[in-house]
T-cell receptor, first 112, second 115 residues
C-alpha cells in the first residue's frame, strides 16, 4: 500500500511569491492534515481537511490556505511568502483523525 | 502554554545501553490520545505508538516499551539495548477531543547512539 506522497520535495521561492504544495494521502484515507516544522517553533498544526471540507484550523495567518479534492488529494497554498515561512511542511493522512496519522516525507521550502 | 513537554533536548548513549525518553503532557479533556513519532534525518515522521486516555496498560514492542501514567501525566518511552539505527529525533504528541484531535507536539528529544 503506497504511503503519503508529497511533492515537490524541495522548493526555493523568493519573498512575495506564492507557492502550492501537494499531498496524496494513503488510499482510503479521507483526512489530510498539514504541519509546519521550523527549528524555532517546532511542529505546528496548520489545518485539517476531511471529505473536501476544512474541519480544523491552527493558528496561522490567512496567507496559509488549503483545499482537498474529491479523491482526497490535498494542496496547501502560501501567498506573499516571507522569510519566516521557510520550513519543512509535512502532510499527514488518516482514516479518521483520532485513529493515528501517517506522515509524508515533507516538502522543504526555502524562501530567499 | 506548552501542552507537551519533553525536558530532554539531547541524549547521547553508547550502543547497547538502555535509554528512556520522558514526556509530560497537560490536558483537561477526558478523551485524548498520546503518540510517539520518530524522525530520522530523512525528515519523515515515523509512527511508533498511539495510546488513548482510557488505556493505561504499558506496552512492549520488541526493544521498545512505553509507560503511560495518568496520575503523573507522563508517557515515557524506553529503548532497550539501543542501536545506532535508533539515532533520530523522537517526538511525543497529544491529541485532544477539544482541539479536534490535531496533534500537539513536544519539542522533541534528539537521540544519538554511538558505536
Amino acid at each position: 500500500k503506497a504511503g503519503v506522497t508529497q511533492t515537490p520535495r524541495y522548493l526555493i521561492k523568493t519573498r512575495g511569491q506564492q507557492v502550492t504544495l501537494s499531498c496524496s494521502p494513503i488510499s482510503g484515507h479521507r483526512s489530510v492534515s498539514w504541519y509546519q516544522q521550523t527549528p524555532g517553533q517546532g511542529l505546528q498544526f496548520l489545518f485539517e481537511y476531511f471529505s473536501e471540507t476544512q474541519r480544523n484550523k491552527g493558528n496561522f495567518p490567512g496567507r496559509f490556505s488549503g483545499r482537498q479534492f474529491s479523491n482526497s488529494r490535498s494542496e496547501m497554498n502560501v501567498s506573499t511568502l516571507e522569510l519566516g515561512d521557510s520550513a519543512l511542511y509535512l502532510c499527514a493522512s488518516s482514516l479518521e483523525g483520532r485513529s493515528g496519522y501517517t506522515f509524508g516525507s515533507g516538502t522543504r521550502l526555502t524562501v530567499v | 502554554a506548552q501542552k507537551v513537554t519533553q525536558a530532554q533536548t539531547e541524549i547521547s548513549v553508547v550502543e547497547k545501553e538502555d535509554v528512556t525518553l520522558d514526556c509530560v503532557y497537560e490536558t483537561r479533556d477526558t478523551t485524548y490520545y498520546l503518540f510517539w513519532y520518530k524522525q530520522p534525518p530523512s525528515g519523515e515522521l515515523v509512527f511508533l505508538i498511539r495510546r488513548n486516555s482510557f488505556d493505561e496498560q504499558n506496552e512492549i514492542s520488541g526493544r521498545y516499551s512505553w509507560n503511560f501514567q495518568k496520575s503523573t501525566s507522563s508517557f515515557n518511552f524506553t529503548i532497550t539495548a539501543s542501536q545506532v539505527v535508533d539515532s533520530a529525533v523522537y517526538f511525543c504528541a497529544l491529541s485532544e477531543e477539544n482541539s479536534g484531535y490535531a496533534l500537539n507536539f513536544g519539542k522533541g528529544t534528539s537521540l544519538l547512539v554511538t558505536p
